[in-house]
């Protein structure tokens, strides 16, 4: 299944992986890139041998880092509009997702590469990852929905400093301020990456799909309500109610 | 001015708290004069940056008692809108505002520390909120801001008990974002400041506006407000600036234009 330029994908006990591999010191998330990752998400959310999706650039020195920006400098505010409205779109595609999305940050996260790792489900990290969002240093803010998310995951007072600062964060340091959620040694960081990514895997899909989808509505919903769509995602998940079972009936004795 | 000092170096404006009498409790007039200074400093355009402080080893402790326990229920109305207020002022200038605390960081005092961007402190901070321990509660949005940033259930610890959070304690649960030496707390916390005001002034700005504002609305509408503040920034001489710089290695001179 690979038809692509700038990543490869495999498939391997229910994990589908996404290597970013652009053939350059850096994974730059440029429009193609952006194009092809949808397109390869697209393939693997299909695969019913997929219980869950790795995001990596390993084993390069990058996870990700964000447009290249010699490209960049001479865009007109059209253009970038139209780039942050691919790169929204690719994040609204992880996010809407049936199926949980990691970003296993093997090394260097930058600007939109940072923006991609916010958007995915998890993040693991290997304790080589360098992580900043330096869009102050060139005189932009990111479009790539960082200055929303990131307030979300680790606090508006940090992730001022994230951005105001544009100073790249250790693997410690990110882990300290809940950036990411687990840090592995780098020599066995796929080989942790794997096992951490199987266990989600095996889950039952439908439960893992709701859950994902509870916890991301919890962002944008009161709790009342909140708590109304917990209860029908819930209830969904039990297969005879005594509802069905009358539906049943009633097609079974108008069938005879 | 009465309760404050202010200077001002390479740009930046350093404002201290300075009620030494009274560990710089905050009172009506000291709420005024804040004011005034950062409404003075939003329209100064020579002005980069803002580090808060308060003098004598203290940030500030809570509001000041002595004119607080006779208020009316008016009166008290007219202290917390005022205060609400400069809180918001604070939150909303257009540069970036850091609050470097040391010693006491209570109640009003720590209410208007958490309106800036973010804190920094030495080890000698304490944080809490005595507000509950004197039958009232915090009033300058300090109930709001408090829970948005360490979370529901550690903000409720803090103010039912009015226990008082240490310097570590603080770091940990994100109360303060980095710890430095006290003998150097003030310089560490100048010179992070002299460097972030070096960076686009005009991305600072809207960075600070789209997460704030990004806060209080749904993420799909958020994203949308960020993806047209990113496409503005391509119409401005500091992206061209930063990003010519950066192509060309060399130090970007941004304008702000």
Known sequence: ?256 | MNTLTIEIKDSLAIISLSRPDCLNSVNMEMLKELQSQFEQLRSDEAIKGVLLTGVDGHFASGGDLDEVRHFTPLEAIAFAETGQKLCSLIEAFPRPVLAAVRGYVLGAGLEIALACDYILADETAQFGFKELCYGVLPAFGGTQRLPRLVGKGRAKEMIFTGRLVGADEALRIGLVNQLFPAVSLLDDVFKQLQKICSYGLLSLQMGKEVIDTGAEINLQAACKMERDAFAVCFSTADQKEGMGAFIEKRKPRFSGR
């Open chain 1, 1 to 256: 299944m690979d038809q692509w330029q700038l990543l490869h994908t495999e498939i391997r006990n229910r994990v589908g992986y996404l290597f970013l591999d652009n053939d350059q010191r850096f994974n730059t998330l440029h429009s193609e890139c952006i194009q092809e990752l949808r397109a390869a998400l697209t393939v693997l959310e299909s695969e019913s041998a997929v219980g869950c999706i790795v995001i990596t650039g390993d084993p390069g020195e990058s996870f990700a880092v964000g447009a290249n920006i010699a490209e960049m400098r001479d865009f007109t505010s059209v253009e970038a509009w139209d780039f942050s409205q691919l790169g929204q779109g690719l994040f609204e595609q992880i996010e809407s997702s049936t199926k949980p999305v990691i970003a296993a940050l093997n090394g260097i996260t930058m600007g939109g590469g940072c923006d991609l790792a916010l958007a995915c489900d998890l993040r693991l990290a290997s304790e080589r990852l360098q992580i900043a969002h330096p869009g102050v240093k060139l005189g932009i803010i990111t479009g790539f929905c960082g200055t929303q998310k990131l307030p979300r995951l680790v606090g508006s007072h940090r992730a001022k400093e994230i951005f105001m600062t544009s100073r790249a964060y250790s693997a410690e340091e990110a882990l300290r301020i809940k950036l990411v959620e687990q840090v592995f040694p780098a020599d066995q960081f796929m080989n942790r990456v794997s096992e951490y990514a199987e266990q989600i895997a095996q889950q039952p899909p439908m439960a893992l799909n709701l859950a994902k989808k509870m916890l991301n509505a919890a962002e944008n919903v009161c709790i009342a309500n909140g708590q109304v769509m917990e209860l029908g995602a819930f209830a969904s998940l039990f297969p005879r109610s005594g509802h069905m079972e009358k539906i049943e009936e009633f097609f079974t004795k108008h069938a005879n």
